[in-house]
């Protein structure tokens, strides 16, 4: 094999949309999936490639590039990329056209032990999502086996943190500013609402 073959063989790929770019209008617009999968997503895959290429990382899976330059100041660039490439494949999949209402039983039972109530869940979920101040994600995740709400910035997430993600809601201005301007809580409140994929969510129990 060639090393342009070896080299493209260990490049990352962008993972593709898992429905249409306007699938999941009119809550998010297909311009809003335009530029957010296609310009700022994209852009994160094809930086990592581009800092990756030639180092340790080449070829290394994105959550091992994660584990490997989380806090280390030198690495700050190709952790960014590498984590933003992974939040925002995973965020995709948090989402589903007609998505919200209720969770899968064993994921309910779950909320409700951690939260009380489902909608307890979405609030406190609802709240992390407006309070991150700046750019970052909101999260439901595992720590060990309790289900909690978590928000991290810019490019963090609770894989640093040795808790496993469930699902993530995007709140970088990039995720809602064509279709919400400022209105951050409106984005929130609709996506939690009409598009969580509780089925997703459920799969990231085991
Ligand atoms: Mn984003």
């Not at 750019?135 to 910035?153: E, F, H, I, P």
Request: charged content about 20%; some cysteine; aromatic content about 10%.
């Amino acid at each position: 094999m060639s090393n342009e073959k070896l080299q493209s063989a260990s490049k990352q790929v962008l993972a593709p949309l898992p429905y249409a770019e306007n699938a999941l209008d009119p809550v998010i617009s297909a311009r809003t999936i335009g530029f957010h999968y296609g310009k700022h997503h994209k852009g994160y895959v094809d930086n990592l490639n581009n800092l990756a290429a030639g180092t340790e990382y080449a070829g290394m899976t994105l959550e091992k590039i994660i584990a490997a330059t989380a806090g280390k100041v030198d690495k700050a660039a190709i952790f960014n990329n590498a984590a933003q490439a992974w939040n925002h494949t995973f965020f995709w999949r948090s989402l589903r056209p007609k998505g919200g209402g209720e969770p899968p039983a064993v994921l309910k039972k779950k909320i409700e032990a951690a939260f009380g109530t489902l909608d307890a869940c979405k609030k406190e979920l609802a709240t992390a999502a407006t309070t991150q101040f700046g750019s970052g994600w909101a999260w439901l995740a595992l720590d060990d086996d309790k289900l909690k709400v978590v928000k991290t910035g810019n490019a963090d997430s609770p894989l640093t943190k040795g808790m496993k993600p469930v699902l993530t809601i995007d709140v970088w201005e990039h995720a809602y500013y064509l279709d919400y301007q400022n209105r951050r809580a409106d984005y929130i409140t609709a996506v939690i609402d009409k598009l969580i994929n509780w089925d997703f969510a459920t799969k990231n129990l085991g």
